[in-house]
């Protein structure tokens, strides 16, 4: 149970999670829901942090994710998408990544 528990919290289902969550709270102009995106990538990131090639950089995933939330706040939506797109670009990557080494 408690590895299940450690899968989800670090894994694939709360990635996914804050990626709906934060580009639902984009499109809608809610800052508290890209803040709240924030909060459920935190585990991931600094997961990724402890993986060498994301050493050091993972751990401003967050911190991008709340200067979104700030930009959605102040009605920036093109700055708040901007702020967002290296956590979309780092997920892609990691999928691509994890997609491939399956594969083979």
């Not at 956590?87 to 892609?92: D, M, P, Q, V």
């Amino acid at each position: 149970m408690n590895q299940t528990l450690t899968l989800i919290v670090f894994g694939w289902p709360f990635i996914a999670l804050s990626l709906i969550i934060t580009i639902a709270g984009i499109m809608e102009n809610s800052a508290w829901l890209v803040f709240l995106g924030a909060i459920l990538i935190t585990p991931f990131s600094y997961n990724l942090n402890s993986v060498p090639p994301f050493g050091g950089i993972a751990l401003f995933i967050p911190v991008l994710h709340i200067a979104s939330a700030g930009a959605v706040f102040e009605e920036y939506p093109v700055l708040a998408w901007i702020l967002f797109a290296p956590t979309i670009s780092i997920l892609i990557f990691l999928t691509i990544i994890g997609t491939i080494t399956d594969l083979f």
